[in-house]
């Protein structure tokens, strides 16, 4: 997938070289079912605790970055690339990026309900203690393969 998309867009790659292969959310029935937003169009924001990528070896992601989003099963499905990064904590997040993030029913009410339960279970499996203080990835992007899910040009 990914040769296939450097090869498509020569250009991208090479202002943003780096690539990481990863899911959504910690389960793989929620992979699904946030790939299933992605790829209809509705989800084009994410967010994650910084601590959770240093706590998996990962380098927070940049504007121009790469992702290949798996589904469950680890089955390589789109190609994502970082168009707006910015961190802040919990109290910062808004409702346009919750809108964005394209989850539940869109509110800044229901992000912030779900991603409460989604970060204190995450962080209490790696055994931490979820505060809303800790920095957070906010992330749009942009679907830039496979050219059927893309949502226009790469470079």
Known sequence: MWRDYAAAHPAAVAAGPEHTVE?????????????????SGRKRATSELAAQFLADGEPL???GSHWIACDGRGVPRIIIRSTEL??????????????????????????RR???????RTAAARGATWSEDEEIVFERFAVVWPPE?????AS
Not at 25 to 37: M, T
Not at 114 to 120: D, G, I, Q
Request: hydrophobic share 35%; no cysteine; aromatic share 12%.
């Open 149 to 153: 899910h893309a949502d226009g040009p």
């Open 61 to 63: 992601p940049r504007v």
């Open 114 to 120: 779900e991603h409460r339960r989604y970060w204190e």
């Open 23 to 39: 899911h959504f959310g910690d389960s793989a029935r929620l992979a699904d079912a946030l790939l299933d937003e992605v790829l």
């Open 86 to 111: 910015r961190l802040g904590d919990f109290a910062s997040a808004t409702a346009d990026f919750a809108y964005d993030e394209g989850e539940d029913d869109r509110s800044l009410e229901s992000w």
